[in-house]
């Protein structure tokens, strides 16, 4: 099936700092990309849906000064996450659409975990 | 706006068949899914159904009425592997493309 790479799978820095998190579709073209959010034991949210070539969509109440998204390739979206604080500490988790078995299935990366300190 | 409800926790025994539940409240629904995620990775797909009725693949086969807004992930045999979290997932339209919405998800523990 469709692989999607995420790297770093983790994440430990200072407050203040700004992290990058590289989200790959490795054997398929993704127009689209998704960014999750997951906190202990709570289910994924959707932050943002990121587009090849245009601004990304940003679910409400996700700041898009804070997080950072881009998709300059068919292959490649990164998350920054700018100057960190411990409430952004979480399991952040991207994921692509791979349309050609014909559901449209959603593979989703490794996962990064991210500890602000 | 969109609501999904799952159990939060449901326990089983190896070697017998559990049923999870799902009930979901959507703006427009283009298919659910199922999937499974171990402590601390990522989730991985299990089921997709788009059609009302049973889709089986192995050990799990997954349920779907429209009409009822209502799906089932049946797990038979329970193998000790199993015990995991199990998200229900339905797909709707978004901003610019259809987009996933997930349930809280139900951790499954399977003793023996």
């Known amino acids: 099936g469709a692989v999607v790479s995420q790297h770093p799978s983790r994440v430990i820095c200072k407050s203040g700092t700004s992290v990058k998190i590289e989200c790959r579709s490795l054997d398929f073209q993704a127009t689209t990309m998704f960014w999750y959010r997951q906190f202990p034991k709570q289910s994924l949210m959707l932050m943002a849906t990121?587009?090849?070539?245009?601004?990304?969509?940003?679910e409400q109440g996700v700041e898009k000064d804070k997080f950072l998204i881009n998709h300059a390739s068919l292959t490649l979206s990164t998350l920054t996450v700018t100057s960190a604080h411990p409430e952004d500490s979480s399991f952040y988790i991207c994921?692509?659409?791979?349309?050609?078995?014909?559901?449209?299935?959603?593979?989703f990366g490794e996962g990064s975990r991210l500890t602000v300190l | 706006g969109q609501n999904i409800d799952q159990p939060t926790e449901m326990t089983a025994t190896e070697g017998a068949i559990v049923q999870i539940n799902c009930t979901y409240q959507?703006?427009?629904?283009?298919?659910l899914f199922w999937y499974q995620q171990h402590a601390g990775e990522a989730p991985t797909f299990l089921s997709y159904?788009?059609?009302?009725g049973l889709e089986e693949k192995g050990r799990f086969s997954s349920f779907l009425s429209r009409s009822k807004g209502y799906s089932y992930l049946l797990l038979k045999e329970l193998q000790m592997k199993d015990s995991a979290s199990y998200l229900c997932?339905?797909?709707?339209?978004?901003?610019?493309?259809?987009?996933?919405?997930f349930g809280k998800g139900t951790k499954l523990s399977v003793i023996p």
């Open positions: 997932a339905v797909n709707s339209p978004g901003a610019g493309s259809y987009q996933l919405t």
């Open positions: 990121s587009n090849e070539g245009s601004k990304a969509t940003y």
């Open positions: 959507t703006s427009g629904f283009n298919g």
């Open positions: 994921s692509a659409r791979d349309w050609q078995g014909g559901t449209g299935e959603l593979f």
């Open positions: 159904n788009v059609l009302d």
